[in-house]
């Protein structure tokens, strides 16, 4: 997909993701830190950083899609950047957390790389890392209404998590994301480790 497809999705609300904050989030929030810093990275409209700056802690979203930044910017008090983190630096500072939902699907095997050594370097030690992935399960269609808007990010098995042999995964578990507008419910990753 293409950052002006990412756009015409914000601008028309149909992220098939939704709009509310994930419940693996919501569960796991209470392992981090009082007063945590954490990074959003492929932010999108802000449901997570939002949902976790309006519970106390520090958040700074990034995002290649200009409306998804705009759209963040208007539902609450988070800090939003618009940054293509496949190609750029995810900065200098370093993190308490890093969440990730619905982001890493998206990078090529051969960009992968990049995202692990941003990673590395933005987390502190003993940090936490959170992420959600889709997954692609030929029985699921992720939209079966329309099938010019079907939407299948690559397939990622359980052995693209043995990637971050540099975390300790205490969770990997496969879950259903729920349905959201035309969107039916889909297979994904959830995975929490520390740094």
């Known amino acids: 997909m293409n950052k002006n497809k990412f756009n015409q999705v914000y601008e028309s609300n149909t992220a098939a993701w939704g709009y509310e904050p994930a ?10 830190p009082e007063n945590a810093t954490i990074l959003d990275i492929g932010c999108g409209s802000g449901r997570n950083a939002n949902y976790l700056e309006k519970n106390g802690f520090k958040v700074l979203g990034y995002d290649w899609s200009e409306e998804a930044i705009k759209k963040a910017q208007s539902e609450g008090n988070a800090t939003f950047r618009i940054k293509n983190i496949m190609t750029e630096s995810w ?38 890392y959170i992420n959600e992935s889709a997954r ?3 029985d699921i269609q992720i939209n079966p209404n329309d099938n010019s808007q079907n939407y299948a990010p690559p397939t ?17 578990e496969e879950n259903i994301l729920p349905p ?10 959830n995975v929490f480790a520390r740094n």
């Open 23 to 32: 419940e693996c989030l919501k569960k796991w929030k209470i392992a981090f």
């Open 91 to 128: 900065g200098l500072g370093q993190y308490d957390i890093v969440i990730d939902f619905g982001c890493f699907h998206f990078f090529p095997p051969e960009l992968r790389s990049h995202y692990h050594e941003q990673l590395n370097n933005v987390l502190k030690s003993a940090g936490i």
């Open 136 to 138: 692609v399960d030929a």
């Open 180 to 189: 959201h507008g035309d969107f039916g419910q889909y297979p994904c990753w």
């Open 156 to 172: 990622l098995t359980k052995d693209v998590w043995e990637e971050f042999d540099y975390l300790n995964i205490k969770k990997l």
